[in-house]
């Protein structure tokens, strides 16, 4: 304990450390403080002419000393927000007695360190993080959308996508948060597209036409896989902008098929149909060939598209194309020749779009099939001989 005279000493001495001492011991002593009110408010005073102290030291040891608490004195903690640097940002990262009139009101300053340590406080509330996020500093935007904590309006998210969707750090930031708006998401991802298109790297190892159907086949995926998880909450709005945008089309209803999306695909033709969606799913598990034709007709399919859109409906009852890669290459490499079949191998120019995506998938999905059979083959059987002992046989070339 220091009695109040050795506390008067500190407070009068020409030693920085030792009025420091002294501003720290005011500093506990108001916000332990219990008795009578004439004390409270002499130990307040005492705080307020700590304030007019010459030394940053001493100023600094009254700021840490009431920094984290949420009765120090709101006067005192805003003069020490305009004080020295090292103190202000200080205040201004952690004291919780600030409100967020007081935080807008920095922000208006436009000091740029201090703008940073405001992202850092514990809590930080939705009206101060969205002043931040408007002010078009990338670096703000990517420490704002890097708390978790903070839920941000779909619409603002939006804008903000569709701001730096060209900047691959805010991108970055923004296709981390969970709550991130699907139609957003999608338009990050196709500028994902473009920006790999460009890059010199990557054009210069991948064939141009490869590219293309590489990155058409992986947009289309992460289209039908965003798809999936907006449905999966409930939120309609993703197939209204798609459905708006005309991105929904036999290849992308393919798709979501093939690949087990089928919240995506059901919210789809609920939305193109006008059909409610229980009702949809309900012709999606048992409704007959002419359910489904009638269902995608209404829709807006040509005769052609609805008749495989069937076909395929028929064969994923009986596949589980959600986890099971063999089981799409199955029903795809079926499909593709029942198509050769039925149209004796002369396919009308209405299914050629939809064959071509068949065989580039039937090949994509051979490929991920087939990883990984050899050596669970060989692990099964380590002693069965590949080939023949072709040791004693002499080889001979052709003569040149």
């Not at 208006?108 to 009206?127: E, I, K, Y």
């Not at 309609?236 to 919240?263: C, D, F, P, Q, T």
Request: charged content about 25%; proline content about 5%.
């Amino acid at each position: 304990m220091v009695a109040y005279q050795r506390y008067v000493q500190l407070c009068q001495s020409r030693d920085s450390e030792q009025r420091g001492q002294a501003a720290h011991l005011a500093a506990m002593a108001y916000l332990a403080h219990r008795g009578p009110a004439d004390e409270q408010a002499a130990l307040y005073a005492a705080l307020m002419n700590f304030l007019d102290d010459p030394s940053v030291k001493v100023r600094a040891a009254l700021a840490y000393g009431l920094l984290h608490s949420e009765n120090a004195p709101r006067p005192i903690m805003l003069a020490l927000a305009q004080d020295a640097p090292v103190i202000s940002r200080a205040v201004v990262q952690f004291s919780p007695v600030l409100l967020d009139a007081d935080l807008v009101g920095i922000i208006r300053s436009g000091d740029p360190d201090m703008l940073a340590v405001m992202t850092a406080r514990p809590t930080l509330s939705q009206r101060v993080a969205l002043t931040l996020t408007r002010l078009g500093e990338p670096d703000l935007c990517i420490r704002v959308l890097g708390r978790a904590d903070i839920a941000l309006p779909e619409d603002d998210l939006a804008l903000l996508a569709e701001k730096w969707g060209e900047d691959a750090k805010v991108r970055g930031a923004l296709l981390k948060r969970r709550d991130l708006p699907g139609f957003a998401r999608l338009h990050l991802v196709e500028c994902v597209r473009q920006a790999l298109l460009g890059l010199r790297i990557v054009k210069g190892a991948v064939q141009p036409r490869r590219l293309d159907r590489v990155l058409r086949d992986a947009c289309d995926t992460a289209t039908t896989t965003i798809g999936e998880r907006e449905a999966g909450r409930g939120a309609r709005s993703y197939v209204a902008a798609m459905s708006e945008g005309e991105k929904i089309n036999a290849r992308l209803m393919l798709h979501a098929m093939v690949h087990g999306h089928v919240l995506f695909f059901a919210d789809a033709l609920s939305h193109l149909s006008a059909t409610p969606r229980a009702k949809v799913f309900t012709l999606l598990d048992g409704g007959s060939r002419a359910a489904l034709h009638a269902l995608f007709a209404r829709c807006g399919f040509t005769p052609a598209t609805r008749s495989l859109l069937a076909r395929l409906v028929a064969h994923a009852r009986r596949a589980d194309l959600a986890d099971d890669v063999a089981a799409r290459h199955y029903v795809v490499s079926l499909l593709i020749e029942e198509l050769i079949v039925e149209h004796n191998g002369a396919l009308p120019p209405s299914l050629e779009e939809s064959f071509a995506y068949l065989n580039e998938q039937n090949i994509a999905l051979a490929r991920s099939a087939a990883r990984g059979v050899m050596p669970a083959f060989a692990a099964e059987s380590p002693d069965e001989v590949m080939v023949p002992d072709l040791r004693e046989e002499r080889l001979a070339l052709p003569a040149a």
